[in-house]
């Protein structure tokens, strides 16, 4: 029977007797232990940031955009040439199944004006359903109405970065603000979204009813024209479904014949937003294997330290058999030493690890979250590393002949 404590008693002693050599051994385990925490660290931080923008676009969405024109043999792109209507949008939310709800845009840049500030933004001309699509909330006020809608009325919803820009620490509800010269009553303020995936900020908006775009700020090239409509699906599995009924039906609406191209465009954004988030982890994953391969010179270097080891120990490993100790005793012994110094280095590179992530958090400004879970990984991974390095020179050490290790000068 293997007595434990003395086996880690007895290798701790020898850790300490040869200080300097054990702490260069354990060198490479904490700089791949930090080096693992710091770059997962750094990866889960991006992947959260980067989910939480995706979260606040909205779930299960699709973009429906105009067609494109072709001038001389050269086709313009997708939303230069205006094929949609409100018209489009409310039979969409009628007719497609799949579909949960429709928000047609007609948005544009306009300078705004309050008092004696001003700000230049984008409006976006919209009806209620939008709230929905988005997964918008109000932090206060209320959404204008179908009613608003119908009538043409001039309120506005303002996002955070407008009211900021206009109002400082002024209350903006029902306060009058200059869109274009024409005045608007604000009766809401949309809560914060922060940054989109691609940088945009999107509390730099304002909504009104998308009847009042139309006639009082941008204007139409025909009645009820908007330039994209905003879709979201019932559920992420009805995307493809809610895409097929959007197409069909388009091309009825619009009178587009087989073998036609179609005058529009539906993106799924959701897939787009899931492939960013994907692409993400996978990065992450990588620069953890990276930063793994260090952990894996560390246990090489524990290999070639304790080979070395045996050597200078051949006459103590013969002294020991001499007096009873098992060949399991003497592997152990030297398997626990490898052990000991991985958790110790272990340990160490955690510790080194948080306080890098942090730095580079502060330094460059990159977002770093250091997971429990990718602590215990990094920590089980340097202890499995020890023994499985550890382990040869202590088989090496156990097959000593007794009578030939005491001879060793």
């Keep these: 029977m293997v007595n434990l404590p003395f086996t880690a008693a007895l290798a701790f002693r020898t850790l300490r007797v040869n200080k300097m050599r054990s702490l260069l051994t354990m060198l490479g385990i904490i700089i791949g232990v930090g080096a693992v925490i710091a770059m997962l660290a750094v990866g889960t931080g991006a992947t959260q940031q980067i989910t939480a923008q995706i979260s606040s676009m909205g779930s299960n969405l699709l973009i429906i955009l105009p067609g494109s024109t072709t001038s001389g043999g050269l086709r313009m792109g997708a939303g230069t040439q205006p094929t949609l209507t409100t018209f489009d949008s409310d039979a969409i939310e009628e007719d497609a199944p799949a579909v949960a709800a429709a928000a047609p845009v007609l948005s544009g840049s306009a300078q705004v004006i309050y008092g004696n500030q001003n700000w230049s933004t984008v409006v976006s001309g919209t009806t ?6 988005r997964d918008w909330q ?83 090239a025909f009645p009820g024209m908007v330039r994209v409509i905003m879709i979201k699906a019932r559920s992420t599995a009805d995307l493809n479904a809610a895409q097929d009924q959007i197409n069909a039906l388009l091309r009825q609406r619009h009178h587009i014949m087989p073998g036609q191209d179609d005058d529009f465009t539906v993106r799924n954004l959701t897939q787009m937003m899931q492939a960013a988030e994907q692409s993400t982890k996978i990065m992450t994953l990588l620069l953890g294997a990276i930063a793994s391969v260090s952990l894996l010179v560390g246990g090489i270097g524990i290999m070639n330290i304790m080979l070395v080891s045996v050597t200078e120990r051949t006459r103590e490993i013969g002294i020991r058999m001499a007096i009873g100790a098992k060949t399991w005793d003497i592997r152990i012994q030297f398997i626990a030493e490898a052990l000991i110094m991985s958790l110790i280095g272990g340990i160490i590179g955690i510790a080194l690890g948080v306080a890098g992530s942090s730095a580079i958090s ?42 030939d290790a005491l001879r060793y000068e």
């Design 362 to 403: 502060k330094i460059a400004g990159w977002p770093a979250v250091v997971s429990p879970f990718s602590a215990l990984l990094a920590f089980g991974f340097s202890g499995a590393v020890g023994i499985f390095f550890g382990f040869y020179p202590a088989y090496k050490a156990s097959l000593l002949d007794p009578i």
């Design 128 to 133: 209620p359903s939008m709230l929905y699509v």
């Design 138 to 220: 109000l932090a206060e006020g209320r959404p204008f109405s179908d009613a608003d809608v119908k009538n043409a009325t001039k309120v506005c919803l303002m996002g955070q970065t407008v009211v900021d820009n206009l109002f400082g620490g002024e209350d903006p509800l029902g306060k009058t603000v200059q869109i274009k010269g024409v005045p608007f009553q604000v009766i809401g303020v949309l809560a914060v979204k922060g940054q989109s995936v691609m940088g945009q900020d999107q509390d730099d908006t304002i909504y009104v009813p998308v009847t009042t775009a139309q006639r009082k700020l941008f204007g139409t």
